[in-house]
């Protein structure tokens, strides 16, 4: 009889959650309680066949949330004016990952967990998986039902100022601290030289070459990225520490071998410089400061809650690309 109780109170508690709509860690403990391990063993395969594979679910989790919140919309294919073909998501990929995750969740437990749940899970296990932090992720995330490449015109670019950088970041609720902790996911994965092409070459104001860029790094991306050359070779973002998820990528940034404009940005504030400035003591010790960890895990599930949809504000959709 009690453990007829028992498992009676644990269906009202999650029905009544539910009807609240909040997130919380082991949403689907009752519903789906495969959901987590399912979407992790994608994950791994996914990386082990290829390890960029971590900073692409990563950037993905970052460019859904910015657009309309963490729910999904960034994974619909509706047509050329759908959200995914905006010019600030070039680049984005993941999605093949995320449906193959989708499917398995589906084939256990219809209708129950959502794609925009699943990107979070996703992101939070290629850390791990990259060498970061592990941590928990409240789920609970219902999935958008509108997708427009015109909503992403206000995403984070690579040649933002500083203050266009904090302004974006503020609109979501994210403070400079969290905007330095965020740009350091840059520590692991690689960019194009698409996204350095202005900054090598044709640098405002005045032209030529960002004088903010290290000489030596200088040398090191003209000669990756010449002028007139191929725009989709890719390089490290992370020099000297790319395949590492670690805050190698800050004093990267502070001694001026910063590869993309917007990371060397942060340099140039007070603000931004002094909270980089706090890491700093742990270089000489250890490999990962542990307030970096705890801070960088504090400001990514700070992220992904962003706008999310709860409750009865949505639903799972049965395929991550189409309502």
Known sequence: MALVLAMALAMVLAVAQEVEGQLM??????????????????????ILSDTNMAPVLLRLHFHDCFVEGCDGSILIENGPSGERHAFGHQGVG????IEK??????????????CADIVALAA???????????YEVPTGRRDGVVSNMSLADDMPDVSNSIQQL?????????????????????????TACFFLTERLYNF???????????????????????????????LPIDQGSGQAFDPHILQNIRNGFAVLESD????????????????FGFFSKLPF????????????????????????????????ASF
């Open 289 to 320: 400061g542990p307030s970096f960890e705890a801070d960088f895990v504090e400001a990514i599930l700070k992220m992904g809650q962003i706008g999310v949809r709860t409750g009865f504000q949505g639903a799972p959709r049965r395929v991550c």
């Open 166 to 190: 904090k302004v974006k970041f503020m609109r979501k609720g994210l403070t400079e601290k969290d905007l330095v902790l965020l740009s350091a996911a840059h520590t692991i994965g690689t």
């Open 94 to 97: 993941g999605f093949e990952v």
């Open 264 to 279: 060397a940005k942060l340099n140039e504030d007070a603000v931004t410089r002094g909270i980089m400035d706090n890491y």
């Open 25 to 46: 860690v082991g949403f689907y403990g009752e519903t789906c309680p495969q959901a987590e391990p399912i979407v992790r063993n994608v994950v791994r395969e996914a």
């Open 124 to 134: 939070r296990d290629a850390i791990a998986m990259a060498g970061g932090p592990a």
């Open 204 to 234: 405002f104001p005045g032209g030529g070459s960002d004088p903010a860029i290290n000489p030596t790094l200088l040398v090191e991306l003209k000669q990756k990225c010449p002028q007139n050359g191929d725009v989709n070779v890719r």
């Open 101 to 114: 995750a989708k499917a398995e969740l589906e084939a256990a437990c219809q209708g129950v967990v959502s």
